[in-house]
């Protein structure tokens, strides 16, 4: 990808993109050897930065959708001023953007029939292409997927799971390499078993009750979208321990007076909390990051936790908590009015109803939920404040753990998503810079 150029602005970022498999895509035309990591370590050692800064989404499958998000994301950063004019010294930031495709399912999947060719909508074979490319599997998965499909469009409406659906299902979930455990294991592991008969009528339930909208989580499809989304967490996870985990070490090396800033949104927080921990949450950078901002984070709340859910077992990035990987502080938006944390996440981990997941009540806390609804637990000592507005002073501390009850500004949106990508505000960006400025 090339280095953008924000709208209206002067100032660029580096769009770094990589594969589905986490690699980096090594055809960048402005890149070292089609490498951008190559250029963009290269120019940092040569500008000698004093902040580098680097975003992921998480939502978002294309480029086109990527480059919006930062633009919008940074351009609202640079929209304040006064925050910049407050980095003492020199400014010379090095901005990166990071693309990795993401989408579990889209905007075209909402409502239970909108698979229905008679609505113009996607044919069987495009749904099972769609689903090969996203779930990542072989060639073996294409019977499986048009068992499924075929169902689909034999009884969009039924009931009961079929029983060869059912079968495919359990089959297709093994061949991903899907597993079951909770926040001492690896994000995509945070959940109940893969059950796909208490998928779809738990899907249904809610679709039923107008949790998510539309009937996305409901139907024979719907444990397909649940596996999709379970995909994305892990891939979100390998790409972080992985290649920018690296990425991020090299840029230290290369600008190692430079402060270091991580802020991720959605899955975007497991990609920036892998890059943090490094391969098993166990690998320490060469140094510490400087701040690190967790955006309606679609990671679970006890996965940075000293004790998860009242017992003494430590959450899968506690290691780097623990180490004090941060520097600066550590701050977590948290809205009650985010569809995709309140609802997309629990279903997507096997939640009941019964267990909590669906209802804020930060006072008992369920197992299963995300930090993007009840902020981070179980770390000694977290701080649970509101999200200001664009002039409030947070008078952040160096190494704490900051919630932020930030419904009054993430509450725009609405459908299966609802404010989730909510968060281009000034307020949010006045909590980057606050805690950047630290």
Not at 138 to 145: D, I, K, Q, T
Not at 222 to 248: C, D, N
Not at 343 to 356: I, V
Not at 384 to 390: G, S
């Amino acid at each position: 990808m090339p280095f953008e150029t924000i709208p209206g602005l002067a100032e660029q970022y580096a769009l770094l993109s990589f594969d589905k498999d986490g690699k980096e895509l090594t055809s960048d035309p402005n890149g070292v050897g089609g490498l951008l990591s190559k250029e963009i370590e290269a120019r940092a050692a040569r500008d000698k930065p004093s902040h580098i800064f680097l975003f992921s989404h998480g939502w978002k499958g294309d480029v086109p959708s990527a480059r919006d998000q930062y633009n919008r994301w940074i351009g609202a950063m640079l929209a304040l001023k006064a925050d910049r004019a407050a980095v003492p010294g020199t400014f010379k930031p090095i901005w990166i953007g990071l693309h990795w495709p993401s989408l579990p399912f889209g905007d075209e999947e909402v409502g239970g029939a909108s698979f229905d060719p008679a609505e113009g909508a996607a044919s069987p074979d495009q749904i099972v292409a769609m689903y090969l490319d996203r779930l990542g599997l072989g060639a073996e998965a294409e019977p499986l997927l048009r068992t499924v499909v075929n169902a689909h469009q034999k009884d969009a409406a039924a009931r009961d799971l079929p029983a060869d659906a059912a079968k495919a299902y359990s089959t297709l979930a093994t061949l991903a390499g899907r597993t079951a455990g909770g926040p001492t294991d690896p994000p995509e592991a945070d959940g109940a078993p893969f059950d796909p008969a208490v998928v779809f009528q738990t899907g249904n339930e809610l679709s039923k009750a107008d949790f998510a909208g539309g009937g996305l989580l409901g139907g024979i499809l719907g444990p397909l979208r649940q596996l999709s989304y379970w995909t994305m967490k892990k891939r979100a996870r390998s790409i972080g321990e992985s290649g920018m985990h690296s990425f991020v070490a090299r840029l230290m090396t290369a600008a190692p007076d430079a402060r270091i800033h991580l802020m991720g949104h959605s899955f975007g927080c497991i990609v920036v909390s892998s890059i943090v921990g490094g391969p098993e949450a166990r690998h320490a950078l060469p140094r510490k990051v400087d701040s690190v901002a967790l955006i309606q984070g679609a990671v679970s709340l006890w996965a940075f936790g000293d004790e998860v859910h009242g017992d003494a077992r430590k959450g899968y990035f506690n290691p780097w908590i623990a180490r004090s990987a941060v520097r600066g502080p550590i701050i977590v938006s948290r809205s009650i009015f985010d569809r995709a944390v309140g609802t997309l996440y629990p279903w997507a981990s096997a939640a009941a109803f019964s267990d909590g997941a669906f209802d804020l009540d930060d006072d008992n806390p369920p197992l299963l939920g995300a930090i993007g609804k009840f902020g981070i637990r179980g770390v000694k000592d977290a701080i649970t404040r509101d999200m200001l507005d664009a002039t409030g002073d947070y008078a952040f501390e160096a190494g704490k753990v900051y919630n932020l009850e930030s419904s009054k500004f993430i509450k725009k949106g609405g459908g299966v998503s609802g404010a989730h990508s909510d968060i281009d505000g000034p307020e949010v960006a006045h909590a980057l810079w606050r805690a950047a400025l630290v």
